[in-house]
Antibody, heavy 114, light 112 residues
Framework: EVHLVESGGGLVQPGGSLRLSCAAS????????MAWVRQAPGKGLEWVAN????????YYVDSVKGRFTISRDNAKNSLYLQMNSLRVEDTAVYFC???????WGQGTLVTVSS | DVVMTQSPLSLPVTLGQPASISCRSS???????????LNWIQQRPGQSPRRLIY???NRDSGVPDRFSGSGSGTDFTLKISRVEAEDVGVYYC?????????FGQGTKLEIK
């Protein structure tokens, strides 16, 4: 069974930084593209970023380009999202997802507020 | 980025009746490998999203056969043959052909 477990969320002030992690099990992690998807309170799903199996390709939604960095460590079966210069509008539950949405984690809440 | 447009956004349905959700993309979702990466995602209240359908019409493991997907190019449909109580939630179409991926606005299915 596939398990994706996110961690690292919390309360941060505007302009601050946070690093999210996603630990994967039950899959051959190095074989899959991985992604971060977020959901603001009461809103729909928004694709944030994704990364190729070997990390050689990365894509970001325009609103986070230059502020967020997606990375992975295949030896640790882990996915990361480094979030800098956080804004109030980045407040959301952040989900880790396999490939094109094949499996999802339970999410971790990021709240950006003063 | 590719814009995904769903309709309707609200879908009240009587138990046992069929339901249909439409999704249109702003450009073709046919990838260079010949596949069309259009998925349907279900999110029940208080739960994480779950993929139901991948590549237009393929059901994921454990998905009841009352769910079906169809379409091509830029127009796609999710159909539920007979709605059950457990189907309540929000349904999203999602394209994975052009990165970054994009979602439709979501269709909220409720029981009348």
């Amino acid at each position: 069974e596939v398990h994706l477990v996110e961690s690292g969320g919390g309360l941060v002030q505007p302009g601050g930084s946070l690093r999210l992690s996603c630990a994967a099990s039950g899959i051959t992690f190095s074989s899959f593209w991985m992604a971060w998807v977020r959901q603001a309170p009461g809103k729909g799903l928004e694709w944030v970023a994704n990364i190729k199996q070997d990390g050689s390709e990365r894509y970001y939604v325009d609103s986070v380009k230059g502020r967020f960095t997606i990375s992975r460590d295949n030896a640790k079966n882990s996915l990361y999202l480094q979030m800098n210069s956080l804004r109030v509008e980045d407040t959301a539950v952040y989900f880790c997802a396999r490939g094109r949405g094949g499996d999802w984690g339970q999410g971790t809440l990021v709240t950006v507020s003063s | 980025d590719v814009v995904m447009t769903q309709s309707p956004l609200s879908l009240p349905v009587t138990l046992g009746q069929p339901a249909s959700i439409s999704c249109r993309s702003s450009q073709s979702l046919v990838y260079s490998d010949g596949n069309t990466y259009l998925n349907w995602i279900q999110q029940r209240p208080g739960q994480s999203p779950r993929r139901l359908i991948y590549k237009v019409s393929n059901r994921d493991s454990g998905v009841p056969d009352r769910f079906s997907g169809s379409g091509s190019g830029t127009d796609f449909t999710l159909k539920i043959s007979r709605v059950e109580a457990e189907d309540v939630g929000v349904y999203y179409c999602m394209q994975g052909t052009h990165w970054p991926g994009t979602f439709g606005q979501g269709t909220k299915l409720e029981i009348k």
